[in-house]
T-cell receptor, first 113, second 116 residues
Framework: AQKVTQAQTEISVVEKEDVTLDCVYETRDTTYYLFWYKQPPSGELVFLIRRNSFDEQNEISGRYSWNFQKSTSSFNFTITASQVVDSAVYFCALKNRDDKIIFGKGTRLHILP | GAGVSQSPSNKVTEKGKDVELRCDPISGHTALYWYRQRLGQGLEFLIYFQGNSAPDKSGLPSDRFSAERTGESVSTLTIQRTQQEDSAVYLC??????????????FGPGTRLLVL
């Protein structure tokens, strides 16, 4: 069975601090994909990243970075030097090869000015 | 169009009435998904279409919910005899295909449904 756990329901940090959003997944497949989506207050989900199970290289995109660790079944997301515009709900998701995508319950991130 | 579009953006209805929600996927995307998101909650999978295959309806919460899709184009989600607990944002997403490699989903803005 597939499962995605985002243990942090809500996080508040002061602007310019770094913050890491945790994501732990469960799957029996060896081929799978992991995703992060951002849902700002406007409501529309925005795709951030997709990572396949064979590529454990960490990814950096500007202030965003992702740490994929198969050994711990984690795909954590770090925002460096956070900004107020980063305030949103962030969803981690998992998709096996031929199955529907499963979303975690999301982490609500508040960046305080 | 450039992205997934949904209509109406907002819908207020009375309990017991039927509603129809529409989704226009990105052109060329063969997979289409419907999700429900209650206020402050995560995404709840409803139904998934892939090309001409039988849809995966495993997430539909009751027989009052149904969805159709014509080919690889527009989809409609119908809720019959609406109940107050149906109030939520209904999100549609499309992707190039159903395999994980092509499965990055792009979401529409959602339809906010309020059942009075």
């Amino acid at each position: 069975a597939q499962k995605v756990t985002q243990a942090q329901t809500e996080i508040s940090v002061v602007e310019k601090e770094d913050v890491t959003l945790d994501c732990v997944y469960e799957t029996r497949d060896t081929t799978y994909y992991l995703f992060w989506y951002k849902q700002p207050p406007s409501g529309e989900l925005v795709f951030l990243i997709r990572r396949n199970s064979f590529d454990e290289q960490n990814e950096i995109s500007g202030r965003y970075s992702w740490n994929f660790q198969k050994s711990t079944s984690s795909f954590n997301f770090t925002i460096t030097a956070s900004q107020v515009v980063d305030s949103a709900v962030y969803f981690c998701a998992l998709k096996n090869r031929d199955d529907k995508i499963i979303f975690g319950k999301g982490t609500r991130l508040h960046i305080l000015p | 169009g450039a992205g997934v579009s949904q209509s109406p953006s907002n819908k207020v209805t009375e309990k017991g009435k039927d509603v129809e929600l529409r989704c226009d996927p990105i052109s060329g995307h063969t997979a289409l998904y419907w999700y429900r998101q209650r206020l402050g909650q995560g995404l709840e999978f409803l139904i998934y279409f892939q090309g001409n295959s039988a849809p995966d309806k495993s997430g539909l919460p009751s027989d009052r919910f149904s969805a159709e899709r014509t080919g690889e184009s527009v989809s409609t989600l119908t809720i019959q005899r609406t109940q107050q607990e149906d109030s939520a944002v209904y999100l549609c997403a499309s992707s190039l295909g159903w395999t994980a490699r092509l499965g990055t989903q792009y979401f529409g803005p959602g339809t906010r449904l309020l059942v009075l």
